[in-house]
């Protein structure tokens, strides 16, 4: 797969010495949480220039498709209450020779009255109809990447922190717009018996992660468009919502699982607490996590199991990873003198499921589009675990991808690499179109169930 690096349009707001910057084209990363605290409080030189442009250009790119509500949906769920976030599950068609008149069957009376088939791997594509999951991931990205921008810039007010205030504001607590702190219809069954959603549906709001870091940073950095007004009105949807998952079966359910989903959950969970003031829940779930359901996913040579028998193995395996990860930073964040990277089963540590992955051919496995989803994880393990023979930056260097330009640079450090090699040195712009480019590599396992096999592009 090639990568295209655009020259951004909008250049005002970047500082002049990011001109001549080009930038990644955008992909959402699974899930991350880069340390708030990091972010904030370091001043990040030359060598960061590409990753500082990239992460300017997403989150103004990002910012461009908000401010998102659920009450935008043109489908209300089965409460009727639009404040209702709702999802629809994927792979269920309807079937609808049961129904005496379809002629005029709105897709409100279909969810009601038609049976529903599940066809494995096969996306029904009504489920776009309702943008409720990828506004929520288009919102988790704007504001991580408007928060990083905003702490960039150093100045208690920006249109960064501006577009995150509202963005805020609009998702969880306007009166008019805001979403009930609840999943009762993610991932949702259709059909005359019941229209219930799914635990694994509880995936769908693993963005939080994201969101967690971006208002740490806001908070650290004591921003003036982060107000306390709407500082405690969002920790006290956050305190609501964790009731629900504390209480709810779809929510139990999702806590108690085992694959990604489990290590998904504890990213979503920790970060939430994390915002909710509760730094010791967020440190006792994370420790939980490693030595509980890391110890059963990960075996002696690295592999993990559980991801390994699907039939997207490299996907689900990095994903897994990608929550692994972002659970050792929540620790690290939360409790500095935690070893969470030390962390081994039957041996093998983090880094070893990296290495692993990265002796593993996708296109063995029909994956070959997705080669990219390693890189983060590859860059992360190399800045953590070190990199002395160079062999992480190596892999990367290999691919041609300009791994320097990417936002998890910015925060995957120390890594080599970076503006410092020189401008010349890097490969040059393979296209210079001036829209900003999309890829949805990452967006897999929202709707996972055990069976599950396929490979979900929203
Ligand atoms: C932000 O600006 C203040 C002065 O206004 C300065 O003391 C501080 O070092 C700056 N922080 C960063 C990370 O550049
Ligand atoms: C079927 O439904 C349509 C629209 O509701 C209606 O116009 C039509 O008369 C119905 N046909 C029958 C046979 O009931
Ligand atoms: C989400 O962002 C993508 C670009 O990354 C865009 O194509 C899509 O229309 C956006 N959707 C919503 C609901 O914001
Ligand atoms: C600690 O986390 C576990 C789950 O990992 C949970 O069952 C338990 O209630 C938590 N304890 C406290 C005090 O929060
Ligand atoms: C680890 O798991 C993989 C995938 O299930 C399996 O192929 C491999 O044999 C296991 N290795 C060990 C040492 O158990
Ligand atoms: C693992 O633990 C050792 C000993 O405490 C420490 O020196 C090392 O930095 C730790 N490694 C990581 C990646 O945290
Ligand atoms: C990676 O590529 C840069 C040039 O882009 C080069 O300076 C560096 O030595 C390479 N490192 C490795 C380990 O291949």
Redesign the pocket.
Known sequence: MTFSRIILPTLGLLHAFLLVQATNSIIQYPVDFPDPKFIA???FGPQFNGAKATIIAWAEAMASYGPWSVTNKPVIAPSGDKHDYMSWAPYQWPDCSNVKNTTALSLADESKQCNFVYRDGQVNPERSVIQDFQSFFNLSNAVLYNSIAAVLQ?KTSSVYSKNVAKFVDTWFLDAATGMNPNLNYAQMGRGPNGQFGAYTGVLDLRGFAMIASGILMLRTSHNADWTAELDSKFVDWCTKYINWLDTAPNGQQAAHSTNNHGTIFVNQYAALKLIAGDKAGAVNWTTNYFSGRFQHQVNSSGDQPEEAGRTRPFHYRNFNIAGMITNARLLSYADPSSKPWNATADGATIQTTVDLLMTTNPSATGEADIQREIYPNVAAVASIYGDPSGKYVGYLNKTGFPYADEPTFLWSQPLAGGDTLGEDTKPKPKNSANAVGVEYLLHAAGVLGASFLGFQLL
């Open positions: 409080t370091s001043k150093n």
